[in-house]
């Protein structure tokens, strides 16, 4: 039985062919194929989901989900896009821990700091107000103001260390210990103060300053600038020697910051030394004296001197007797020893006509203090005879 609205003959040859065509040339390019689906923004929930109370129809499908299986040949774009924004985002999540890290642990580290200075030094000889006393070193020691001083290294003490604003505590640290270790082998270390050695100083300067102390020892100077005295403890082989090693002692270490990449440590110590001429007879058991060097010290320190356990010696105040006022100390200390009485003869004269560089120091000359000189010990007490009278015998009188 025919239905309505069909032809009383069926349908036309050719006429539905010709539609099923325009229909399949239609929909040919839209393939909904495993990978198109996956692809989807979009994700429809099964029946047994659906049935949830409250359940939507659909949800969304991030971009974190693969859902599986490879790409094919079509409707692969979906996917790899997914992918490519997965990976874009983990780059920058990646980027940002990173650079978060690195500001944690690699603070900003201000730039090296500039090239050393010339060292500035200044000698002054103290000149003694009163004959030099000789004895035996224990004993010189125990009845001078250094009595109380301690030995060697052990008179050079830390303050307390604490940390600035651009340095650890640790560096501040290190860079006093740095200053003691130039204390040490500058002032203390035998063959420095004889005069035999100068490497165990240099090994401690920054290279700037090289050039500088290697002609300070080669050509002595008291222009400020190439005076041996001023980087270093020497005595004028010539003139006295060390009669015990056992030097005594005393004085400070401060520690700044100057500049957010330089520290500043300063001392101010005294040393004491025993001597005794260098020349003539053996010298007696009792025949050695007191030789006094006060040393002010500037020393700076950047971060690579730290590393490097270095120093960069800004200037040295120092003073020392008994000396004469006409000896040039530049060269070494010039001890006036056992017996020698005060003098009077001031510094050595300077020429302003002469050419050639002028001795900065000429004319800087100190007294020293009578109370730093050892006290005599007091002579024994001899019994005197006594009188006629007191021992009971009678004179007689004069007839």
């Not at 003490?157 to 082998?185: G, S």
Request: hydrophobic content about 40%.
């Amino acid at each position: 039985m025919a239905m309505p609205g069909d032809p009383p003959n069926g349908t036309p040859e050719g006429a539905g062919g010709a539609d099923d065509e325009f229909r399949a040339d239609e929909y040919r390019s839209v393939v909904f194929d495993e990978d198109f689906v996956r692809a989807a923004r979009l994700q429809e929930f099964s029946a047994q989901e659906r049935m949830g109370e409250h359940a939507r129809a659909v949800r969304s499908r991030s971009i974190w989900s693969t859902g599986g299986g490879h790409p094919g040949p079509r409707g692969g774009s979906g996917g790899g896009t997914a992918r490519q924004g997965r990976i874009i985002v983990l780059c920058i999540a990646l980027a940002l821990a990173g650079a978060v890290y690195m500001g944690l642990r690699n603070p900003y580290v201000p730039p090296a700091g500039d090239p050393a200075e010339a060292m500035s030094s200044t000698v002054v000889p103290l000149a003694p107000s009163a004959p030099v006393p000789g004895g035996r070193p224990a004993d010189l020691y125990a009845q001078s103001p250094a009595a109380q001083y301690r030995i060697g290294a052990a008179g050079i003490t830390f303050p307390a260390v604490r940390r600035t604003r651009h340095f650890t505590e640790e560096q501040v640290q290190t860079a006093l210990t740095i200053a003691k270790d130039y204390l040490v082998q500058s002032s203390l270390d035998p063959d420095v103060l004889s005069g035999e050695a100068s490497r165990p100083v240099r090994v401690l300067l920054d290279p700037d300053q090289l050039t500088q102390f290697d002609q300070s020892m080669l050509v002595p100077a008291g222009n400020g600038r190439h005076a041996v005295t001023g980087w270093l403890v020497r005595f004028d082989p010539a003139t006295a020697v060390v009669a015990d090693t056992r030097v005594r002692v005393s004085g400070v270490l401060a520690a700044a910051e100057t500049a957010p990449n330089a520290l500043e440590v300063t001392s101010d110590h005294t040393f004491v030394y025993a001597v005794r001429p260098a020349t003539g007879q053996p010298a007696a058991a009792d025949g050695a004296s007191l030789f006094t060097v006060r040393r002010e010290l500037r020393m700076r320190f950047d971060r690579d001197d730290l590393t490097a356990r270095r120093a960069e010696l800004v200037s040295a105040y120092v003073m020392a007797g008994p000396q004469a006022c006409s000896a040039d100390p530049a060269g070494g200390f010039r001890p006036l020893t056992a017996g020698a009485g005060p003098t009077t003869t001031g510094p050595a004269a300077s020429d302003p006509y002469a050419s050639g560089s002028p001795r900065r120091t000429a004319g800087l000359c100190g007294v020293l203090a009578p109370t730093t000189a050892p006290e005599p010990p007091e002579p024994p007490q001899s019994q005197a005879p006594a009188s006629p009278a007191a021992s009971g015998q009678g004179v007689s009188p004069a007839p």
